[in-house]
């Protein structure tokens, strides 16, 4: 059992004279409950992934509690009984304070063929109403004699709260059982054994708890290791030794030790992004904190320039058990992808014709001309596109796409733009430089695109 446990227990039976008050807060258990942090907000590359701890801080109490508690009434157990019935409002206080939603029921045993003994009595089936279960807890009485001989009637009862409807619990609860005694059972008990009352209440999803109290004469809830066998096959918790007057406190301590499992489930992801744990699934005792890696992705192709969305919950025992473990993700991926500039060959305005190259076609393409600038971008719908003069750095523009420009080859000369016309179909600049002109485009995120030489075709034979 985890160190938070054990530290209790050893409070409880250290010369079984310390006294922990019921209504103390466990200690070590973080009153924040839920998915820490709950939301996730950052920018990742296509390609790349945010790798981050995820703390899920459990209740107190399993969630949606169903809990029965479950006494041998029999002779011997007067002074424990008094003790659960002087606390149990405040162990359903401490409860339904971890679990709103909690509900209760009551029943007892004593044991078969001994007069008036009732081998299983349901006292109070399960319901909000505590009022209700104190009235049911109250009706225990521990007469002399009741019980007969030493083993009791427990396996029935257990079989009982396992299978009877009449219980009433919810389909969606945990389902726990709060059982104290201080003697074995008969095995068989009712037809039941020891066997057929594990798997019922297995097949149930039970719980168990068990609290064993030594009292004169009797050998112990688990004298032939049935408390042991049913809580570890119900993955319950069994607490040995309990004085009389610590009974309630060990029923309060056995609830809030019980394992529950914590399971992350990735909800709705947009295209794109995914989420991943180090593990499945998790289990904790009660009130600790499963600690997970979680991975979040960005695939390659991921869209760029938006924001990617993914939820995931995070279920305790198979369940969502509120909006604090619900977990939203928000990546936005960067627009990583440069623009494409493009310098086309275009008409003069005048000629109505594109211009060739010049009557010495060997000496390359003539740079002079007249060209349209145009640029595309996966993102941005209208990149800026600048003129380079390579041999001396000048840079004109920005231009928008569909531009018309003349370009002006002149070594030596100053480089310098100038306004001409306006309209879709007319020549806007004429730029003047000294070398060859080069185009590139500058998406609104600052990627640049491949510089490209503007030309005038036909290209030298």
């Given at each position: 059992?985890?160190?938070?446990?054990?530290?209790?227990?050893?409070?409880?039976?250290?010369?079984?004279?310390?006294?922990?008050?019921?209504?103390?807060?466990?200690?070590?258990?973080?009153?924040?409950?839920?998915?820490?942090?709950?939301?996730?907000?950052?920018?990742?590359?296509?390609?790349?992934?945010?790798?981050?701890?995820?703390?899920?801080?459990?209740?107190?109490?399993?969630?949606?509690?169903?809990?029965?508690?479950?006494?041998?009434?029999?002779?011997?157990?007067?002074?424990?009984?008094?003790?659960?019935?002087?606390?149990?409002?405040?162990?359903?206080?401490?409860?339904?304070?971890?679990?709103?939603?909690?509900?209760?029921?009551?029943?007892?045993?004593?044991?078969?063929?001994?007069?008036?003994?009732?081998?299983?009595?349901?006292?109070?089936?399960?319901?909000?109403?505590?009022?209700?279960?104190?009235?049911?807890?109250?009706?225990?009485?521990?007469?002399?004699?009741?019980?007969?001989?030493?083993?009791?009637?427990?396996?029935?009862?257990?079989?009982?709260?396992?299978?009877?409807?009449?219980?009433?619990?919810?389909?969606?609860?945990?389902?726990?059982?709060?059982?104290?005694?201080?003697?074995?059972?008969?095995?068989?008990?009712?037809?039941?054994?020891?066997?057929?009352?594990?798997?019922?209440?297995?097949?149930?999803?039970?719980?168990?708890?068990?609290?064993?109290?030594?009292?004169?004469?009797?050998?112990?809830?688990?004298?032939?290791?049935?408390?042991?066998?049913?809580?570890?096959?119900?993955?319950?918790?069994?607490?040995?030794?309990?004085?009389?007057?610590?009974?309630?406190?060990?029923?309060?301590?056995?609830?809030?030790?019980?394992?529950?499992?914590?399971?992350?489930?990735?909800?709705?992801?947009?295209?794109?992004?995914?989420?991943?744990?180090?593990?499945?699934?998790?289990?904790?005792?009660?009130?600790?904190?499963?600690?997970?890696?979680?991975?979040?992705?960005?695939?390659?192709?991921?869209?760029?320039?938006?924001?990617?969305?993914?939820?995931?919950?995070?279920?305790?025992?198979?369940?969502?058990?509120?909006?604090?473990?619900?977990?939203?993700?928000?990546?936005?991926?960067?627009?990583?992808?440069?623009?494409?500039?493009?310098?086309?060959?275009?008409?003069?305005p005048a000629g109505k014709s594109i211009p060739q190259a010049g009557t010495n076609?060997?000496?390359?393409?003539?740079?002079?001309?007249?060209?349209?600038?145009?640029?595309?971008?996966?993102?941005?719908?209208?990149?800026?596109?600048?003129?380079?003069?390579?041999?001396?750095?000048?840079?004109?523009?920005?231009?928008?796409?569909?531009?018309?420009?003349?370009?002006?080859?002149?070594?030596?000369?100053?480089?310098?733009?100038?306004?001409?016309?306006?309209?879709?179909?007319?020549?806007?600049?004429?730029?003047?430089?000294?070398?060859?002109?080069?185009?590139?485009?500058?998406?609104?995120?600052?990627?640049?695109?491949?510089?490209?030489?503007?030309?005038?075709?036909?290209?030298?034979?």
């Amino acid at each position: 059992m985890a160190s938070r446990m054990s530290s209790r227990i050893a409070m409880l039976f250290a010369g079984l004279l310390v006294v922990v008050p019921l209504a103390s807060p466990a200690a070590g258990h973080d009153p924040q409950i839920g998915v820490d942090p709950s939301t996730v907000s950052a920018t990742v590359a296509p390609g790349g992934n945010l790798v981050q701890g995820k703390i899920v801080h459990t209740a107190e109490v399993p969630p949606t509690p169903d809990v029965v508690f479950l006494a041998d009434t029999t002779g011997s157990m007067g002074p424990a009984i008094a003790n659960v019935q002087s606390a149990i409002a405040n162990i359903m206080t401490e409860i339904a304070t971890s679990q709103p939603n909690a509900r209760f029921a009551v029943a007892e045993y004593e044991d078969f063929g001994c007069g008036s003994n009732d081998p299983f009595l349901l006292n109070q089936a399960i319901t909000a109403d505590q009022t209700a279960v104190q009235t049911a807890v109250n009706s225990w009485q521990a007469l002399p004699g009741e019980g007969c001989d030493e083993p009791e009637s427990q396996l029935f009862a257990l079989n009982q709260l396992a299978t009877d409807p009449a219980i009433g619990f919810r389909a969606n609860s945990t389902r726990i059982i709060a059982w104290f005694g201080d003697a074995p059972g008969h095995d068989p008990s009712g037809g039941i054994t020891l066997p057929d009352s594990i798997d019922a209440l297995q097949a149930a999803g039970s719980r168990v708890v068990a609290v064993n109290t030594p009292t004169p004469g009797n050998s112990g809830l688990d004298a032939t290791g049935q408390a042991t066998a049913i809580t570890t096959a119900t993955t319950g918790v069994f607490l040995d030794n309990v004085a009389a007057n610590q009974v309630s406190q060990a029923i309060l301590d056995g609830i809030q030790a019980i394992s529950v499992t914590v399971t992350p489930q990735v909800g709705s992801c947009d295209a794109g992004l995914s989420v991943a744990f180090n593990a499945t699934s998790l289990t904790v005792e009660s009130g600790e904190d499963a600690s997970f890696t979680e991975t979040i992705s960005v695939a390659l192709n991921a869209p760029q320039g938006q924001t990617l969305n993914c939820t995931v919950d995070w279920l305790v025992e198979g369940a969502l058990s509120g909006p604090e473990f619900v977990q939203q993700i928000a990546i936005s991926v960067p627009d990583v992808t440069a623009p494409t500039a493009q310098c086309a060959p275009t008409t003069n305005p005048a000629g109505k014709s594109i211009p060739q190259a010049g009557t010495n076609p060997q000496s390359g393409q003539n740079p002079d001309g007249f060209y349209e600038l145009s640029a595309t971008d996966n993102v941005d719908p209208d990149p800026d596109i600048f003129v380079l003069d390579p041999a001396t750095g000048t840079v004109f523009g920005p231009f928008d796409s569909g531009t018309a420009i003349k370009y002006t080859q002149a070594p030596g000369a100053t480089p310098n733009a100038k306004k001409m016309g306006s309209g879709l179909s007319a020549v806007a600049w004429h730029i003047i430089g000294q070398g060859d002109a080069v185009v590139y485009a500058v998406d609104d995120v600052g990627n640049q695109s491949t510089p490209v030489s503007c030309q005038v075709p036909p290209p030298p034979k």
